[in-house]
């Protein structure tokens, strides 16, 4: 599936929620790490939280971890979003 808003990454991040682990793609939207989670995204936070407080991160594929200064993952400089 394409989507407008949401470039997708050639990484993985795995995901819990309700005691169950999922692994999901990453895509990237305006330098910040979304995780796909069922229809919609998820924006990634510092410390394994995410933008639904009942869904966490566990670990990623990505080659470092950024944030920027509220605490959001960002893109690393060195990742390349994939051609649409």
Do not use: C, H
């Not at 599936?1 to 990453?26: C, D, H, I, W």
């Not at 991160?57 to 893109?75: E, I, K, Q, V």
């Amino acid at each position: 599936m394409t989507y407008k808003f949401f470039t997708p990454l050639q990484r993985k991040a795995v995901l819990s929620r309700n005691g169950t682990y999922f692994e999901v793609p990453l895509y990237s939207r305006d330098q910040e790490v979304y995780a796909k989670s069922g229809v919609g995204f998820v924006r990634m936070r510092k410390g394994g939280t995410t933008s639904n407080d009942k869904i966490f991160w566990r670990s990623t594929d990505l080659p470092t971890l950024d944030f920027n200064r509220l605490g959001y993952m960002a893109t690393p400089n060195t990742l390349v979003p994939l051609a649409a």
